[in-house]
């Protein structure tokens, strides 16, 4: 009879070698060809349990919207791989011994990532050229003369071969880079409208197809043909299958994590939790668990260095475009409540900021209220809130970056010296250089530069604080105080200060035990500055 203890110390043997293969495998955030990844010896977080839920069923037309980086390309070159029967590459994978046929087929891969246009012309000569690459692995001469003919003269000249698939990568990339080009967006989107079109137009000769994007546009702008798509985009059962969820993680890098953290002198479950932090949240449907973006917790145990680095490899200008153009209120992005249409009725003419926001990463699902169908957003870890932020700073407090150091290392100060006058006096220093077509004639833009200067130096700050009375504008919280901001634009200080103490704004910090500090801030219309006579009240 086999002793109990002798089972456990050969799973504890077969976890250890387990570890030590993982550790021997290559990182990478740039090779996205799943061949390659198998061949070369990288690491690659196995997946395959989800691809073979889609690629198991006979017949499947799938969409998924995904932030940039988070493993899109990756994925639709698995299915690549797996539609061309290559077999041994998934050994050790989970789909390595599921039933499937394993059979060849032939594959139309589309990579939209590829076009860079900003004319519909650009965009249909470009569109053309990737339909005739694609028809040159086959073999096949194509004769008609537009993207939406060639298109669909190559799926009926490969479907007399057998049925075929189809996989189309980043399908938007052309409709962003051209959200601001008033003058040709419109007919961008219709040319890419009648190419989508072609896969239901031949719909009896596909066997399986896949599109990827980041925005997820309505039925009836861009896949207003294409009916019968199945999105996966905010399926709780797809929710993980790209990122890397906190047991992904513990498996595939916490070896790693923990030589770091021993290199380092670092706690390894403080370590752990800081990167959870950092680099965890991400969440695209309502039960589905979180998971971490793949470039940074990948390059973080590359590089050893706490960075951001899922920001660095680059932000979509026509997001920073929108915002400006909405003068939006950047105090909005936490705690933001949406309700489910937000995310359907998506239309590129009529631009949300908010929906864009979450389908590009930058906002997360927190929570969802099934009793009023609405979905509450934030951002979905630091990384990203401290990046974006820092980003947007540039329009919002437009000071030298050679001089941004200086003025934030004497606020920090100011506010750890309870100097009430001296961070006032700093906080003049960013309005005063803030050109004066940014300003704007509410008190939500003050409001606005005041947060994000206080949340960029990682201060605790808190805006449209709820009482039961109404809303406090701004509550700064330090190891001792407690700050609490009113502010007025076309009204006094000693207004502001008197609006704190009638609606008793302080009352909900009574019992913090901290001294409370209340502050009323008048903004002079003609100098659009904090006016000199700021009124501060201890409590």
Same mark, same amino acid.
């Given at each position: 009879?086999? =002793?109990?203890?002798?089972?456990?110390?050969?799973?504890?043997?077969?976890?250890?070698?387990?570890?030590? =293969?993982?550790?021997?495998?290559?990182?990478?955030?740039?090779?996205?060809?799943?061949?390659?990844?198998?061949?070369?010896?990288?690491?690659?977080?196995?997946?395959?349990?989800?691809?073979?839920?889609?690629?198991?069923?006979?017949?499947?037309?799938?969409?998924?919207?995904?932030?940039?980086?988070?493993?899109?390309?990756?994925?639709?070159?698995?299915?690549?791989?797996?539609?061309?029967?290559? =077999?041994?590459?998934?050994?050790?994978?989970?789909?390595?011994?599921?039933?499937?046929?394993?059979?060849?087929?032939?594959?139309?891969?589309?990579?939209?990532?590829? *076009?860079?246009?900003?004319?519909? =012309?650009?965009?249909?000569?470009?569109?053309?050229?990737? *339909?005739?690459?694609?028809?040159?692995?086959?073999?096949?001469?194509?004769?008609?003369?537009?993207?939406?003919?060639?298109?669909?003269?190559?799926?009926?000249?490969?479907?007399?071969?057998?049925?075929?698939?189809?996989?189309?990568?980043?399908?938007?990339?052309?409709?962003?880079?051209?959200?601001?080009?008033?003058?040709?967006?419109?007919?961008?989107?219709?040319?890419?409208?009648?190419?989508?079109?072609?896969?239901?137009?031949?719909?009896?000769?596909?066997?399986?197809?896949?599109?990827?994007?980041?925005?997820?546009?309505?039925?009836?702008?861009?896949?207003?043909?294409?009916?019968?798509?199945?999105?996966?985009?905010?399926?709780?059962?797809?929710?993980?299958?790209?990122?890397?969820?906190?047991?992904?993680?513990?498996?595939?890098?916490?070896?790693?994590?923990?030589?770091?953290?021993?290199?380092?002198?670092?706690?390894?479950?403080?370590?752990?939790?800081?990167?959870?932090?950092?680099?965890?949240?991400?969440?695209?449907?309502?039960?589905?668990?979180?998971?971490?973006?793949?470039?940074?917790?990948?390059?973080?145990?590359?590089?050893?260095?706490?960075?951001?680095?899922?920001?660095?490899?680059?932000?979509?200008?026509?997001?920073?475009?929108?915002?400006?153009?909405?003068?939006?209120?950047?105090?909005?992005?936490?705690?933001?409540?949406?309700?489910?249409?937000?995310?359907?009725?998506?239309?590129?003419?009529?631009?949300?900021?908010?929906?864009?926001?979450?389908?590009?990463?930058?906002?997360?699902?927190?929570?969802?209220?099934?009793?009023?169908?609405?979905?509450?957003?934030?951002?979905?870890?630091?990384?990203?809130?401290?990046?974006?932020?820092?980003?947007?700073?540039?329009?919002?407090?437009?000071?030298?970056?050679?001089?941004?150091?200086?003025?934030?290392?004497?606020?920090?100060?100011?506010?750890?010296?309870?100097?009430?006058?001296?961070?006032?006096? *700093?906080?003049?220093?960013?309005?005063?250089?803030?050109?004066?077509?940014?300003?704007?004639?509410?008190?939500?833009?003050?409001?606005?530069?005041?947060?994000?200067?206080?949340?960029?130096?990682?201060?605790?700050?808190?805006?449209?604080?709820?009482?039961?009375?109404?809303?406090?504008?701004?509550?700064?919280?330090?190891?001792?105080?407690?700050?609490?901001?009113?502010?007025?634009?076309?009204?006094?200080?000693?207004?502001?200060?008197?609006?704190?103490?009638?609606?008793?704004?302080?009352?909900?910090?009574?019992?913090?035990?901290?001294?409370?500090?209340? *502050?009323?801030?008048?903004?002079?219309?003609?100098?659009?500055?904090?006016?000199?006579?700021?009124?501060?009240?201890?409590?």
């Amino acid at each position: 009879m086999i =002793k109990e203890s002798a089972l456990y110390d050969k799973k504890a043997l077969t976890l250890k070698i387990i570890k030590s =293969k993982l550790m021997e495998k290559l990182l990478t955030t740039s090779v996205s060809t799943f061949k390659d990844i198998i061949e070369y010896n990288y690491l690659y977080v196995d997946k395959t349990e989800y691809i073979y839920n889609l690629v198991s069923n006979p017949k499947g037309i799938y969409f998924l919207s995904r932030p940039r980086r988070f493993g899109k390309s990756l994925t639709l070159s698995t299915f690549r791989s797996i539609f061309s029967g290559e =077999k041994e590459l998934f050994k050790g994978l989970y789909i390595y011994d599921k039933p499937f046929d394993w059979k060849k087929y032939p594959i139309i891969h589309l990579s939209l990532n590829k *076009i860079r246009v900003s004319t519909e =012309k650009e965009l249909e000569k470009k569109l053309c050229y990737l *339909i005739e690459d694609a028809a040159e692995l086959y073999d096949i001469n194509l004769k008609r003369d537009d993207s939406s003919s060639l298109f669909d003269e190559l799926i009926i000249k490969l479907s007399k071969k057998s049925k075929i698939v189809i996989l189309i990568d980043e399908y938007d990339k052309p409709l962003l880079d051209n959200v601001n080009n008033n003058t040709e967006r419109k007919a961008i989107k219709e040319t890419l409208k009648g190419l989508y079109s072609v896969i239901k137009a031949n719909e009896e000769f596909l066997r399986f197809v896949f599109l990827t994007g980041v925005s997820k546009f309505s039925k009836v702008s861009v896949f207003s043909e294409l009916n019968n798509l199945d999105d996966l985009s905010m399926n709780n059962k797809f929710g993980t299958a790209l990122g890397f969820t906190q047991d992904e993680v513990d498996k595939y890098f916490g070896e790693s994590i923990k030589e770091i953290a021993l290199k380092q002198g670092k706690n390894h479950e403080n370590l752990r939790q800081t990167l959870k932090e950092l680099y965890n949240g991400y969440r695209f449907s309502k039960k589905s668990e979180t998971v971490y973006n793949p470039v940074s917790i990948t390059k973080f145990v590359q590089n050893e260095e706490l960075e951001h680095y899922w920001f660095e490899t680059g932000t979509p200008s026509f997001l920073l475009e929108l915002m400006k153009e909405n003068k939006y209120n950047l105090m909005n992005l936490e705690g933001l409540k949406l309700n489910s249409a937000a995310f359907s009725t998506y239309e590129v003419e009529n631009l949300r900021v908010e929906p864009l926001l979450f389908q590009t990463g930058y906002l997360t699902i927190k929570g969802y209220s099934e009793k009023y169908d609405e979905y509450l957003l934030s951002y979905p870890n630091m990384e990203v809130k401290s990046a974006f932020l820092n980003y947007l700073s540039d329009y919002y407090t437009p000071l030298r970056k050679e001089e941004t150091p200086q003025y934030n290392n004497e606020l920090i100060r100011a506010i750890l010296k309870n100097d009430t006058a001296k961070f006032i006096e *700093i906080l003049k220093i960013f309005f005063a250089n803030i050109e004066y077509d940014l300003h704007i004639d509410n008190e939500k833009y003050y409001q606005t530069i005041f947060y994000l200067v206080f949340t960029l130096l990682g201060v605790k700050i808190q805006a449209e604080v709820k009482t039961n009375t109404d809303r406090i504008d701004a509550v700064i919280e330090t190891d001792t105080h407690t700050y609490i901001f009113e502010f007025k634009l076309f009204d006094t200080s000693q207004n502001a200060l008197k609006q704190i103490k009638d609606k008793k704004y302080f009352e909900k910090y009574l019992l913090n035990k901290k001294q409370i500090v209340l *502050i009323g801030v008048g903004f002079d219309k003609e100098t659009r500055n904090i006016k000199d006579d700021y009124i501060v009240e201890k409590t």
